[in-house]
């Protein structure tokens, strides 16, 4: 059974920051390739940054310079550091699993919400 739990989200003012974390069981990690993605209320979600197994990472240009995602292997976690955190990163960020190109799998998702 394929299991990825998030944590990390919670209440941050504008310009905090925050550590997201995603842990895998199930599959080989190491393997994967990982990604975050947000959805907003009342949008699409969307991809926010993806690692491949081989530690090549992308991210879209909203957070670039501001979010760094990263992977360790030993521990089946991803992170998706975040800094500069801005009101419109609000959202439910998520975590999934691409293995072998074909299955996708997700978390449950954990709460950002960036507000004074």
């Known amino acids: 059974q394929v299991q990825l739990v998030e944590s990390g989200g919670g209440l941050v003012q504008p310009g905090g920051s925050l550590r997201l974390s995603c842990t895998a069981s199930g599959i080989i990690f190491s393997s994967a390739t990982m990604g975050w993605f947000r959805q907003a209320p009342g949008k699409q979600r969307e991809l926010v940054a993806t690692?491949?197994?081989?530690?090549?990472?992308v991210s879209i240009n909203s957070v670039k310079g501001r979010f760094t995602i990263s992977r360790d292997d030993a521990k089946n976690t991803v992170y998706l550091q975040m800094n500069s955190l801005k009101p419109e990163d609000t959202a439910v960020y998520y975590c999934?699993?691409?293995?072998?190109?074909?299955?996708?799998?997700w978390g449950q998702g954990t709460q950002v919400t960036v507000s004074s």
């Open positions: 690692i491949t197994s081989r530690g090549s990472a």
């Open positions: 999934k699993a691409v293995v072998n190109a074909i299955y996708n799998y």
